[in-house]
């Protein structure tokens, strides 16, 4: 079932965006209370080097990375965004519960290679979808709702995971294999309740473009040359980019005990959170690139200070104001997509940025 963007007054925003956001609210409560706790899990409880955590965070990037590039195009080329959406969030839920048994590093690697590939066949389609349902007026409130939504359940699910954490093992400075099961076999409630969200709520928008069962193919020069060049500086910029893995076992070297380690990614996604709306909402008004330029100055200026940080602290803090830079430009980002690419191309255009970021 489909329907049109034209059919709901100009103040409201279509439902789509506010079931896109509730599913993505629920799979950041799972993913949140155990991603930001598999490097601790690796390095604390299975005895695994930094440098092999490295490997596996980026072999599981570089697979989303890859995949979003082909979803997308898949998405514009068979007119549906839906069922990629929703199959993607499944296959990551699928992969969750096998965590529980996850007894070396080869094994952690494989549930995150799962994990990635289902954010990668669902990630482009989603955007495509968020963007063909909100009106040009309203991308930026609606990308940064969905982004606050994504932050808020990340704070949920960190707080969740922080409280099992006091309650199983308060007086220990590492973690745990018994917390971290316990840890895993909550995440799977919310993660369910996602997917079952966006199977029944989600509704297909009409696309410019008919369905062709055909197979996609990378069409990059037919894109807008406005989007080409904004995807050059993109990737320009994310290339100095480093895993969050390295700055939580940062944060681990100056000091911070799991439960602070836990406090810190809660203050990043509250902040995220609470400014991602209002700062996409006044992109709409005043523009898309002058709040992305300030955040990326702010990006800068913070890994400075991790660089020179020394004391858990001060980590603490930069990682704070890093949420103000997420929250600068993520969502805003996305709108700007959506700006400058036409409808029937979005899905590769989302394909693209995603992967380069």
């Given at each position: 079932?489909?329907?049109?963007?034209?059919?709901?007054?100009?103040?409201?925003?279509?439902?789509?965006?506010?079931?896109?956001?509730?599913?993505?609210?629920?799979?950041?409560?799972?993913?949140?209370?155990?991603?930001?706790?598999?490097?601790?899990?690796?390095?604390?409880?299975?005895?695994?080097?930094?440098?092999?955590?490295?490997?596996?965070?980026?072999?599981?990037?570089?697979?989303?990375?890859?995949?979003?590039?082909?979803?997308?195009?898949?998405?514009?080329?068979?007119?549906?965004?839906?069922?990629?959406?929703?199959?993607?969030?499944?296959?990551?839920?699928?992969?969750?519960?096998?965590?529980?048994?996850?007894?070396?590093?080869?094994?952690?690697?494989?549930?995150?290679?799962?994990?990635?590939?289902?954010?990668?066949?669902?990630?482009?389609?989603?955007?495509?979808?968020?963007?063909?349902?909100?009106?040009?007026?309203?991308?930026?409130?609606?990308?940064?709702?969905?982004?606050?939504?994504?932050?808020?359940?990340?704070?949920?699910?960190?707080?969740?995971?922080?409280?099992?954490?006091?309650?199983?093992?308060?007086?220990?400075?590492?973690?745990?294999?018994?917390?971290?099961?316990?840890?895993?076999?909550?995440?799977?409630?919310?993660?369910?309740?996602?997917?079952?969200?966006?199977?029944?709520?989600?509704?297909?928008?009409?696309?410019?473009?008919?369905?062709?069962?055909?197979?996609?193919?990378?069409?990059?020069?037919?894109?807008?040359?406005?989007?080409?060049?904004?995807?050059?500086?993109?990737?320009?910029?994310?290339?100095?980019?480093?895993?969050?893995?390295?700055?939580?076992?940062?944060?681990?070297?100056?000091?911070?005990?799991?439960?602070?380690?836990?406090?810190?990614?809660?203050?990043?996604?509250?902040?995220?959170?609470?400014?991602?709306?209002?700062?996409?909402?006044?992109?709409?008004?005043?523009?898309?690139?002058?709040?992305?330029l300030a955040g990326w100055i702010?990006?800068?200026?913070?890994?400075?200070?991790?660089?020179?940080?020394?004391?858990?602290?001060?980590?603490?803090?930069?990682?704070?104001?890093?949420?103000?830079?997420?929250?600068?430009?993520?969502?805003?980002?996305?709108?700007?997509?959506?700006?400058?690419?036409?409808?029937?191309?979005?899905?590769?255009?989302?394909?693209?940025?995603?992967?380069a970021i």
């Open positions: 079932m489909s329907s049109k963007i034209a059919s709901s007054p100009s103040h409201r925003l279509h439902p789509n965006i506010w079931f896109l956001t509730l599913g993505s609210f629920f799979t950041d409560v799972s993913s949140e209370m155990l991603n930001n706790l598999i490097p601790l899990f690796l390095y604390n409880v299975l005895g695994v080097q930094t440098s092999i955590i490295g490997l596996i965070d980026g072999i599981a990037e570089a697979t989303a990375s890859l995949v979003k590039v082909y979803s997308g195009a898949l998405s514009d080329r068979i007119g549906k965004r839906k069922i990629l959406t929703v199959f993607g969030y499944a296959l990551s839920t699928i992969a969750k519960p096998f965590l529980y048994f996850a007894t070396t590093w080869v094994r952690v690697l494989g549930v995150r290679f799962t994990d990635r590939l289902g954010k990668g066949i669902r990630t482009a389609p989603r955007d495509a979808l968020l963007a063909d349902s909100a009106k040009s007026d309203q991308r930026g409130l609606a990308f940064g709702l969905h982004r606050a939504g994504d932050t808020a359940g990340a704070f949920i699910g960190l707080g969740i995971a922080t409280l099992i954490i006091w309650l199983t093992q308060s007086g220990s400075a590492e973690l745990t294999r018994h917390t971290f099961q316990t840890v895993v076999l909550v995440s799977i409630i919310p993660a369910i309740l996602a997917v079952l969200i966006l199977a029944i709520g989600v509704k297909e928008v009409e696309t410019a473009r008919k369905a062709n069962n055909g197979l996609p193919t990378l069409n990059w020069k037919s894109l807008d040359k406005r989007f080409l060049l904004f995807l050059v500086v993109v990737i320009i910029f994310t290339l100095g980019n480093s895993s969050d893995s390295f700055i939580i076992l940062l944060g681990q070297d100056h000091g911070l005990s799991v439960l602070q380690i836990m406090g810190m990614l809660m203050t990043f996604n509250a902040i995220y959170a609470l400014l991602a709306g209002p700062f996409g909402s006044l992109s709409d008004r005043i523009g898309r690139r002058s709040l992305m702010l990006y800068g200026l913070v890994y400075l200070g991790f660089a020179i940080s020394n004391t858990g602290v001060q980590v603490w803090v930069l990682f704070a104001i890093y949420g103000v830079y997420y929250a600068l430009t993520e969502g805003v980002a996305k709108a700007l997509v959506a700006d400058i690419v036409a409808q029937e191309q979005r899905g590769t255009a989302y394909g693209l940025f995603n992967a």
